[in-house]
T-cell receptor, first 113, second 110 residues
Framework: DSGVTQTPKHLITATGQRVTLRCSPR?????VYWYQQSLDQGLQFLIQ???????AKGNILERFSAQQFPDLHSELNLSSLELGDSALYFC????????????FGPGTRLLVL | QKEVEQDPGPLSVPEGAIVSLNCTYS??????FMWYRQYSRKGPELLMY????GNKEDGRFTAQVDKSSKYISLFIRDSQPSDSATYLC??????????FGSGTRLQVQP
């Protein structure tokens, strides 16, 4: 158990809908990262927050957004969902901005029908 | 061309064998090199990280970095069926985001 929690574990929704994924980092970690993992694309970095502020952006679509709250939990919002958004979404956390020691949560499996 | 290349496998070995997993990379700015293990449908688990060139050992695992050749390896001694998983290498240049390899699927046969 990495200490990073993610909810929900599974999510089934329809195209065009909007969903929110939630992540709580390990105790003491200030950075939160979001990743998307699909069979054909591997693990893709989406976005990083550090102590409430956006720190780095990867291949995140404009339909996706994220935020980190004062209690350091983070939410990833996915809107206007398409079939291709079906994937595993992972959250990871690290102490400060040290990316070499990221700890991953169990993931949220999203299925868009 | 991808910044990090990793053979997807699958790599199948008998129990007790020494396993060698490898990645090559093209970005000479990478300074930190990580190995993650991912069981099916689970989150990646950080196994080891090394800074710059050299070897690092942790139990049955040894990570090796050769920056001159832009080549990193993970060796698993006395492999066990419980080691069957996908192994992802990852690299960081100290800025921007981690870059992951696509992962090598390892199967250790009992």
């Amino acid at each position: 158990d990495s200490g990073v929690t993610q909810t929900p574990k599974h999510l089934i929704t329809a195209t065009g809908q909007r969903v929110t994924l939630r992540c709580s980092p390990r105790s003491g970690d200030l950075s939160v990262y979001w990743y998307q993992q699909s069979l054909d694309q591997g693990l893709q970095f989406l976005i990083q927050y550090y102590n409430g502020e956006e720190r780095a952006k990867g291949n995140i679509l404009e339909r996706f957004s994220a935020q980190q709250f004062p209690d350091l939990h983070s939410e990833l919002n996915l809107s206007s969902l398409e079939l291709g958004d079906s994937a595993l979404y992972f959250c990871a956390s690290s102490f400060r901005d040290r990316q070499e020691t990221q700890y991953f949560g169990p993931g949220t499996r999203l299925l868009v029908l | 061309q991808k910044e990090v290349e990793q053979d997807p496998g699958p790599l199948s070995v008998p129990e007790g064998a020494i396993v060698s997993l490898n990645c090559t990379y093209s970005n000479s700015a990478f300074q930190y090199f990580m190995w993650y293990r991912q069981y099916s449908r689970k989150g990646p688990e950080l196994l080891m990280y090394t800074y710059s060139s050299g070897n690092k050992e942790d139990g049955r695992f040894t990570a090796q970095v050769d920056k001159s050749s832009k080549y990193i390896s993970l060796f698993i001694r006395d492999s066990q069926p419980s080691d069957s998983a996908t192994y992802l290498c990852a690299m960081w240049a100290g800025r921007r985001a981690l870059t992951f390899g696509s992962g090598t699927r390892l199967q250790v046969q009992p």
